[in-house]
């Protein structure tokens, strides 16, 4: 049986980490706990970061939010700039959002994760810190390939930074499941515009969370649709599941698109 371990401080927790064998960090743990029960998570150690002090804390400056990886997701949806805290809003339901964490929904490395997609809009940077101190990547760096993430052994997710949105720009998040309200997508899109720039977040629609962008200037509501879509077409690489085929998903990912980018643009128009 896995050995839970309680560190401290983050200096000790990233000693753990390194020193012990098979060891990993423990989150929220609704992830780890699902993963324990369909046998498909082996860790002989767990460094959990629920007692390390400091680590939930929210500090707004003039430039965006920085926010410590064991904040919750549902804190996010007020903490975070609009359109990232419309992503995390729609995290599967209370009960996960109230225990899942920042820094895990991270390093989690889903492709079908929602904040990642907003998080890549607002070109957010992940703070890994290991025993060797602290860097930052930018989270449109992050995810690597297929639940893979920058992540080196030994590093863990200390913070996220997310700049602030620019208030002029149009904005939206949206999301369509399959099998039900609270599910997992089988499309997300988070979508920012400006009169030049649409830039688009995709997620569940290939093997990593996707950022594009499409150069927007002159065109109507329509023009930008047809930019966006033809800008994320080359990207889509959708993994048929039990929630829908690939080409069910690539269809899906061009409506979300549509829908996104429409209501971006209204809300720029009325905002
Ligand atoms: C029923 C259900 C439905 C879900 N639906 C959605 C959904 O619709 N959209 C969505 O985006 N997500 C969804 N999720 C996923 C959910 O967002 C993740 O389970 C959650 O974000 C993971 O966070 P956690 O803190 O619980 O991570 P944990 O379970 O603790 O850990 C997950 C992984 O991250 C690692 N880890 C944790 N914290 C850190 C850290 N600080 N640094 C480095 N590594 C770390 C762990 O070692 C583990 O590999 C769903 C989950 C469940 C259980």
């Known amino acids: 049986m896995a050995q839970l371990h309680r560190p401290g401080s983050l200096d000790e ?3 753990l980490l390194s020193g012990l064998d098979n060891a990993m960090v423990y989150g929220g743990g609704t992830a780890i706990q699902i993963l324990i029960k369909q046998g498909i998570l082996f860790a002989d150690h767990f460094v959990d970061l629920a007692t390390v002090p400091g680590l ?3 500090t707004a400056d003039d ?3 920085t926010v410590g990886p064991m904040v919750s997701i549902r804190r ?3 903490a975070a700039p609009p359109l990232a805290a419309d992503a995390y809003r729609h995290v599967a339901n209370p009960r996960v ?3 899942a964490s920042v820094g895990g929904n991270l390093a989690h490395g889903d492709y079908r994760l929602d904040p990642p997609t907003a998080l890549l809009v607002l070109d957010a940077v992940v703070l890994a ?3 060797g101190g602290t860097r930052e990547i930018p989270v449109r760096e992050f995810f690597t390939d297929f639940q893979e993430t920058a992540l080196e052994p030994g590093e863990l997710v200390s913070g996220v930074r997310i700049p602030n949105q620019d208030a002029s720009a149009g904005y939206h998040f949206e999301k369509n499941s399959s099998l039900g309200e609270n599910d997992w997508p089988c499309a997300s899109a988070a979508v920012l515009l400006d009169d030049r720039t649409v830039h688009i977040g995709l997620g569940a629609v290939a093997p990593v969370p996707v950022y594009v962008t499409a150069d927007i200037a002159g065109l ?3 023009g930008a649709v047809d930019a966006a879509i033809a800008a994320v077409e080359p990207v889509l690489d959708p993994i048929p599941d039990v ?3 690939a080409e069910y998903k690539r269809r899906l990912a061009r409506v979300t698109v549509e829908d996104a980018v429409r209501r971006a643009w209204k809300d720029r128009d009325h905002g």
Request: aromatic share 0%; glycine share 12%.
């Open 129 to 131: 810190t290991s025993a």
């Open 76 to 78: 996010m949806e007020t």
């Open 63 to 65: 430039r965006g939010v």
């Open 56 to 58: 939930r804390e929210v």
């Open 220 to 222: 109507d509501d329509q």
């Open 97 to 99: 959002r109230n225990t």
């Open 243 to 245: 929630r829908g085929g």
């Open 13 to 15: 927790a990233v000693e």
